[in-house]
Every structure is written in C-alpha cells, then in structure tokens.
C-alpha cells in the first residue's frame, strides 16, 4: 500500500496542509488552485465582505459549477441514449423477419 503524502496548497492567501496519495497528488493541487482563484475573484469583486460570506460566496460558485456540468453530462448521456436506442431500431429494421 502507498503512503500519503502530505500536500500542501494556498487558498486564500493562507497554507493548508493535507495528505493525498500520489496519484492524487496532483489533482488536489488542481482543486486547491481552482478553489483559490475562484476566492480570490470574491474577494476582488466583494472587498467588504467578511471571510464568512466570501468562503460561502466561494462554495456556492463550485457548486453552481458542479451543477452546471452534471446538467450537460446528463444531457451528453441522454443525446447517447437516444442515438443507440435510433441505431437499434434501423439496425432491428435491417434484420429479415
């Protein structure tokens, strides 16, 4: 088994350490850099705010993001569906009864 490694990543202008494996090690990194450009546009965007409100502000922009790609997944899964379901049927209409 491979041990984790510790990890660390600025969010905020503050040092977060962590432990991943290594194949994760990277793509931690990735999230943590996302995660604090996406912070760093609240904070330009919303100086006054507290920390409280830009960590939710931060949270609520991922999770639209999130929803915003699982919505056109879904779509991209229907669009498949549909396409084997009408290759299926032309397929069946080839086959001598």
Same mark, same amino acid.
């Given at each position: 088994?491979?041990?984790?490694? +510790?990890? =660390?990543?600025? #969010? @905020? @202008? ?6 991943? +494996? +290594? &194949?994760?090690?990277? /793509?931690? !990194?990735? $999230?943590?850099? /996302?995660? =604090?450009?996406?912070? @760093?546009? $609240? ?6 705010? &507290? /920390? =409280?409100?830009?960590? $939710? ?6 999770? %639209? ?8 997944? &879904?779509? !991209?899964? %229907?669009?498949?569906? !549909?396409?084997? /379901? ?5 397929? !069946? @209409?080839? #086959? +001598?009864?």
């Amino acid at each position: 088994m491979t041990r984790p490694l +510790p990890v =660390d990543v600025m #969010i @905020g @202008g503050k040092t977060y350490r962590f432990a991943a +494996p +290594p &194949d994760q090690v990277e /793509r931690l !990194q990735a $999230i943590a850099a /996302r995660v =604090d450009a996406v912070l @760093g546009d $609240i904070k330009t965007n919303e100086p006054h705010a &507290d /920390r =409280d409100r830009q960590t $939710i502000l931060c949270c609520l922009t991922l999770m %639209s993001d999130l929803a915003d790609a699982e919505r056109k997944l &879904d779509d !991209q899964v %229907s669009a498949v569906t !549909q396409f084997h /379901r009408m290759l299926a049927d032309r397929l !069946q @209409g080839l #086959i +001598p009864a």
